[in-house]
């Protein structure tokens, strides 16, 4: 039993370092490569290596051994120029689902998430029907819980980027999205305020004053002064906010 659970434990570390060594060869040897080259260098069969990342990552990102080094590589199949194959296979195989699923996941690493966003901005920025895709998975309440609870820098930058490259050029979704940057005013992170108002102020002339944007823009700029004031009847309300 004993020489069993040795030998079982002696082959994860195998199979542990040999993916390990595949990914960063990978990674090495195909950066920066367009779709013609991936092609040439796996005798067009890359789309079958891509789908087989992709499923490994849908299956193993909870445990998080190699997420990172996964998303990696996805990512040369998806940033690959020349042509957008590889990122039609990517979400036909449910890609967009498990980036956000990763967002999601609590045990993710700021890093890995910040990875995750960086994929997610490259499916955004190939068109409209793209960022259409990313929204209707549910995907700007994920990204900006992302942006409003991150704890580095570099998670809430990625997030802000992607959710601005969401509201352009996506009418259909466009009100959802910059709501959703109403309310995140009134998270705790400076961070994430000072970026959020960047955007509603390279925006705002995209839409006429919505009203809800009045009680967050006091929450953020008099916290203490909404504390020690009481409660005001509905019409007094209106008129402090206008």
């Known amino acids: 039993m004993i020489s069993i659970l040795s030998n079982r434990i002696s082959r994860n570390i195998v199979l542990s370092f040999l993916r390990d060594r595949m990914l960063n060869t990978f990674l090495s040897q195909n950066t920066g490569k367009t779709f013609y080259e ?17 499923t490994w990552m849908r299956l193993t990102y909870m445990f998080g051994t190699f997420l990172g080094l996964q998303l990696k590589a996805i990512g ?13 296979e990517f979400l036909e195989d449910g890609g967009v689902l498990t980036l956000l699923d990763i967002l999601n996941h609590t ?4 890093e890995e998430k910040s990875e995750a966003l960086r994929l997610l901005l490259t499916v955004s920025n190939a068109g409209r029907k793209y960022k ?35 509201l352009h050029g996506n009418p259909k979704y466009q009100n ?21 108002l960047h955007t509603l102020h390279t925006v705002q002339s995209m839409h006429e004053i919505y009203f809800p944007l009045g009680p967050p823009t006091v929450c953020l700029l008099f916290p203490q002064f909404l504390k020690q004031t009481p409660t005001l009847p509905p019409t007094q309300t209106h008129q402090l906010m206008c």
């Not at 570099?154 to 490259?165: D, F, G, K, R, V």
């Open 38 to 54: 991936l092609e040439l260098e796996f005798a067009q069969v890359a789309s079958l290596f891509l789908a087989r990342l992709t």
């Open 176 to 196: 959802q999205i910059y709501k959703g940057l109403i309310a995140l005013m009134t998270c705790t992170s400076p961070q994430a305020q000072q970026l959020v």
């Open 132 to 166: 259409e895709i990313i929204c209707e998975s549910h995907g700007v309440k994920a990204i900006a819980e992302c942006l409003a609870k991150s704890n580095t820098v570099e998670t809430q930058e990625a997030a802000w980027a992607l959710l601005e490259s969401l």
């Open 76 to 88: 040369i199949f998806l940033s690959a120029s020349g042509h957008d194959q590889y990122l039609m």
């Open 107 to 110: 045990e993710t690493k700021e």
